[in-house]
């Protein structure tokens, strides 16, 4: 059986190698740009040198590029804080009482919702969101909850 803190870790481990993943496609990215166009600066013709405007507008690309992989990695940071942010405060309805609603399915086939409480034994992150042990065995998103109480 796997605890909340077990399932934290795993969870941090695997946003970092997605982390790691990422930066080095960046990486390469950036050095195709400036190879790209020190090959053109190389190879270009002496008798129809590139212009101006074009070599600006290729810096123009390359520093728009720059500015959004600085901007994509903020915003991965971003992310993992406010995972992190969300696991902690979940954690925090560990040992309360909580209320959701339940769809179940009668003998008919119709569906019924049912109000629902138990205590939050535990917190799980699946799919990037939070879920709640209820009861050591039914997980409910944080979403669902209705209220939560002492017990």
């Known amino acids: 059986?796997?605890?909340?803190?077990?399932?934290?870790?795993y969870h941090a481990d695997y946003m970092q190698k997605q982390k790691d993943k990422g930066v080095g496609n960046q990486d390469l990215d950036k050095d195709a740009f400036m190879k790209i166009l020190l090959t053109q600066l190389q190879n270009q013709d002496p008798m129809n040198p590139m212009e101006d405007k074009e070599f600006i507008a290729q810096m123009a690309q390359f520093s728009s590029l720059e500015q959004m992989t600085n901007m994509n990695e903020n915003i991965q940071k971003?992310?993992?804080?406010?995972?992190?942010?969300?696991?902690v405060s979940h954690s925090d309805l560990i040992g309360k009482?909580?209320?959701?609603?339940?769809?179940?399915?009668?003998?008919?086939?119709d569906k019924q919702t049912n109000?629902?409480?138990?205590?939050?034994?535990?917190?799980?992150?699946?799919?990037?969101?939070?879920k709640?042990?209820?009861?050591g065995e039914t997980k409910v998103a944080a979403k669902d909850l209705l209220s939560v109480t002492n017990p």
């Open 1 to 9: 059986m796997n605890n909340h803190v077990t399932e934290s870790l």
């Open 78 to 87: 971003f992310i993992e804080r406010q995972t992190q942010t969300d696991f």
């Open 97 to 109: 009482k909580v209320e959701w609603n339940k769809t179940v399915t009668d003998k008919d086939g």
């Open 115 to 130: 109000s629902t409480e138990g205590i939050v034994t535990s917190v799980v992150f699946k799919d990037g969101q939070a």
């Open 132 to 135: 709640l042990v209820i009861d």
